[in-house]
């Protein structure tokens, strides 16, 4: 754990992001912590960018901490989450953003590849949330922000696996807000559409998929959104997914015919 800044911390509410080195984790991260928020920050590999976010947050005066973890290895979750509480006394908002894609027709998909995106977008926020949740039982509010996709209801050819893992995390959402929504704790999913990031990248060449009509939305459209759910504003929403993909999901395909 490398803390950026020195700074008084009392009070001031406490938030993990998981792949918050790149993309649209690292968004949240620059966002949250521009609320005021504690965050720390979590990431698997990329030691240069998760620094990089790290250094710029500090430098904005946000206060970040940096944590190398796989978030779907239950030890280190443990220890993660161990850490942080240990330090800064509780968990205020988690956000389950970190994610893998692994694009390939059911057929050609073995079992291995099946599991690894499963185990990355769903089976980790679950390690997450079993480890947090009670910390924000203690403190009788949290906030838990999973990020799925809009793939759960659009998917493309070859996202049979992260569809399915992310519309398990759309029902670990609504199954958890049931089960602690009457103790101060909200649990909501933001479901973007085509953001730019490093996962991004080749999709349009590969699988022939562009974002018509509604064109590529940028990490900050997630983040706002994450930050209001986060707040205390948002304390009567509940079980709920949000899309934020540009009307995407909205309009009609090109081509299609317009009529009743
Ligand atoms: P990126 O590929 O840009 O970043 C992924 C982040 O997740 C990185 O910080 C990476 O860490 C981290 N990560 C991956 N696996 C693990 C793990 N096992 N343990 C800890 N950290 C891990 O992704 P995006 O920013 O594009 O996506 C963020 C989320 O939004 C994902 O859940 C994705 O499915 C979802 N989403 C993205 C869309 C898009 O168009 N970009 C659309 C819909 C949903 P490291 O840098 O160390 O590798």
């Not at 912590?33 to 976010?53: N, S």
């Not at 073995?110 to 949330?129: D, G, K, S």
């Not at 995390?169 to 807000?177: D, H, K, P, S």
């Given at each position: 754990m490398t803390p950026e800044t020195e700074r008084e911390t009392e009070g001031t509410r406490v938030a993990v992001v998981t792949?918050?080195?790149?993309g649209i984790g690292a968004a949240i991260c620059r966002r949250l912590t521009g609320d005021g928020l504690t965050v720390h920050l979590v990431y698997r590999d990329a030691d240069d960018a998760a620094e990089r976010v790290s250094k710029e947050i500090g430098a904005a005066g946000g206060l970040v901490f940096r944590h190398k973890a796989d978030v779907s290895d239950e030890a280190q979750v443990r220890r993660l989450v161990d850490s942080v509480v240990e330090q800064?006394?509780?968990?205020h908002v988690l956000v389950n953003n970190a994610g893998v894609i692994d694009d390939r027709l059911l057929a050609l998909t073995r079992t291995a590849q099946w599991e690894r995106v499963l185990r990355t977008n769903l089976t980790a926020p679950f390690l997450m949330c079993r480890a947090v949740v009670p910390v924000m039982l203690e403190q009788s509010w949290g906030r838990v922000i999973n990020i799925s996709s809009n793939s759960v209801r659009q998917p493309g050819p070859g996202q049979t696996s992260y569809a399915a893992s992310k519309g398990g995390l759309e029902a670990l959402t609504r199954g958890l807000a049931a089960e602690v929504g009457h103790k101060g704790i909200r649990v909501n999913t933001v479901a973007p559409g085509a953001i730019r990031t490093d996962m991004t990248a080749d999709l349009s060449a590969r699988l022939g998929v562009s974002p018509e009509g509604a064109g590529w939305g940028l990490p900050e459209d997630i983040s706002g959104l994450v930050a209001f759910l986060a707040s205390d504003e948002a304390d009567y929403i509940q079980g709920q997914t949000f899309t934020v993909d540009g009307g995407r999901l909205a309009m009609r395909p090109r081509g299609s015919k317009s009529g009743a």
């Amino acid at each position: 754990m490398t803390p950026e800044t020195e700074r008084e911390t009392e009070g001031t509410r406490v938030a993990v992001v998981t792949g918050g080195s790149r993309g649209i984790g690292a968004a949240i991260c620059r966002r949250l912590t521009g609320d005021g928020l504690t965050v720390h920050l979590v990431y698997r590999d990329a030691d240069d960018a998760a620094e990089r976010v790290s250094k710029e947050i500090g430098a904005a005066g946000g206060l970040v901490f940096r944590h190398k973890a796989d978030v779907s290895d239950e030890a280190q979750v443990r220890r993660l989450v161990d850490s942080v509480v240990e330090q800064d006394g509780g968990v205020h908002v988690l956000v389950n953003n970190a994610g893998v894609i692994d694009d390939r027709l059911l057929a050609l998909t073995r079992t291995a590849q099946w599991e690894r995106v499963l185990r990355t977008n769903l089976t980790a926020p679950f390690l997450m949330c079993r480890a947090v949740v009670p910390v924000m039982l203690e403190q009788s509010w949290g906030r838990v922000i999973n990020i799925s996709s809009n793939s759960v209801r659009q998917p493309g050819p070859g996202q049979t696996s992260y569809a399915a893992s992310k519309g398990g995390l759309e029902a670990l959402t609504r199954g958890l807000a049931a089960e602690v929504g009457h103790k101060g704790i909200r649990v909501n999913t933001v479901a973007p559409g085509a953001i730019r990031t490093d996962m991004t990248a080749d999709l349009s060449a590969r699988l022939g998929v562009s974002p018509e009509g509604a064109g590529w939305g940028l990490p900050e459209d997630i983040s706002g959104l994450v930050a209001f759910l986060a707040s205390d504003e948002a304390d009567y929403i509940q079980g709920q997914t949000f899309t934020v993909d540009g009307g995407r999901l909205a309009m009609r395909p090109r081509g299609s015919k317009s009529g009743a």
